[in-house]
């Protein structure tokens, strides 16, 4: 067990014995930290959408190398609930979530990048140009989501430690993100969108938080949420 793991375990342990908290908002008065993986993996799903769009090989290429740069790992410690009936024989659309890190989207640039050799030298090197060293990670779940159905998220975070929150779902339909503190607080709330979205903040004291995730679209929306 790493020690991150055991702080988390222990923070779970202490906040399942604790009174509950005053019903102000679970937030610090003096936010920090700069921007974090979570952040750079929605920089790199903008990237890589809007080159997928253009057939822009260079931008992707450079979303591929951004979303590398990071190793996710599962959210353990997550807890989900998934409130609606599932809809019989719904559609799926497509079967997962878009990551710019898999091996599908360098196949993408690789057919895409013609005769330039520049462009090929780039992306046939991609692997061999990571960053050395040990990367930052992130934890990652992945989830399906009926038509009409809201997960809901239970996770823990730390007092002034900032934190961030982020959503990506597979372009099928749109969809919203929600935080709320154990007082039910909205500490973020993201309007309903294709795009992915991104919550940002620092608690005053260690808490847990719920992340909503609503699904008002016809189709299965697989999704990605991410932490930093």
């Known amino acids: 067990m790493t020690r991150r793991t055991s702080l988390l375990s222990a923070l779970i342990l202490a906040l399942g014995l604790a009174p509950a908290s005053a019903e102000e908002p679970n937030l610090s ?4 930290g700069s921007h974090g993986t979570a952040q750079r993996l929605i920089l790199a799903q903008r990237t890589w959408d809007q080159a997928l769009s253009t057939g822009d090989v260079l931008p992707m290429l ?4 951004l979303a590398r740069s990071v190793t996710l790992r599962p959210a353990g410690g997550w807890e989900r609930t998934t409130i609606g009936d599932p809809v ?3 559609p799926t659309g497509r079967t997962a979530a878009p990551d710019p890190a898999s091996a599908a989207a360098l196949a993408i640039a690789r057919n895409l990048v013609g005769d330039d050799p520049d462009l090929q030298d780039l992306a046939y090197d991609l692997d061999a140009q990571l960053p050395r060293g040990r990367l930052e990670t992130a934890t990652e779940a992945r989830a399906d989501l009926g038509p009409g159905q809201t997960d809901t ?3 823990a975070l730390f007092g002034e430690v900032a934190a961030e929150l982020a959503l990506i779902g597979d372009g099928d ?4 993100l929600t935080l709320t503190d154990e007082a039910g607080n909205i500490l973020c709330a993201s309007p309903l969108s294709r ?3 991104l919550c940002r903040l620092t608690p005053a004291r260690n808490g847990f938080f719920t992340a909503s995730i609503h699904n008002p679209g016809a189709t ?7 932490g930093n």
Do not use: Q
């Open 29 to 32: 008065a003096n936010p920090s």
């Open 62 to 65: 450079v979303a591929i190398r």
């Open 88 to 90: 019989p024989d719904a």
């Open 153 to 155: 998220w239970r996770l």
């Open 173 to 176: 339909g749109p969809l919203s």
């Open 195 to 197: 795009d992915p979205a």
């Open 220 to 226: 299965v929306n697989s999704y990605r949420l991410i």
